[in-house]
């Protein structure tokens, strides 16, 4: 990887408080077992039939950082995803990462093939959630 500008040299004007990334799924408890149980994410938030959704929010590192997985009632419209729909998890260690990967493969999640062999290169392990789209774990972070 090429890196063109480093953290401190990336823009401040943007002030954001928090960021949440959503995503729809037909598979809510399934989805949250994976993500919570499994990757090991605490479960920040949860609401049930809200405007006929339901859904759980998961926290990521750093306060202000979360997944938001919601489902409803008439079901989800979402797209199958692709091998590069990613979400990438950078660990500190190997040791940190492979616990994670021996909690996956207990719950019976074996790693898939990256379609990126950036990924195989730097020593990350993909896997796939209940709803096919890819989880990457990564045993240190790029910068």
Same mark, same amino acid.
């Given at each position: 990887m090429v890196m063109t500008t480093t953290p401190a $040299?990336?823009?401040?004007?943007l002030d954001v408080a928090q960021v949440r990334v959503a995503r729809p799924t037909d598979r809510l408890a399934e989805v $949250?077992?994976?993500? !919570? $149980?499994?990757i090991g994410l605490p479960v920040i938030g949860r609401f049930e039939n809200h405007a006929g959704y339901d859904g759980v929010m998961l926290g990521l590192p750093g306060t202000g950082h979360h997944l938001e997985f919601t489902s409803h009632a008439d079901g989800s419209p979402c797209p199958a995803p692709t091998a590069e729909n990613l979400l990438v998890l950078y660990f500190h260690g190997d040791a940190r990462m492979y616990d994670v990967v021996e909690r996956l493969a207990e719950a019976g999640h074996e790693p898939v093939p !990256? $379609?990126?062999p950036y990924w195989a290169g730097v020593g990350a392990l993909t896997f796939e959630d209940p709803d096919?789209?890819?989880v990457v774990l990564v045993p240190a972070p790029v910068f």
């Open positions: $040299e990336w823009p401040s004007g $949250e077992q994976f993500y !919570a $149980e499994v !990256a $379609e990126n096919g789209w890819r």
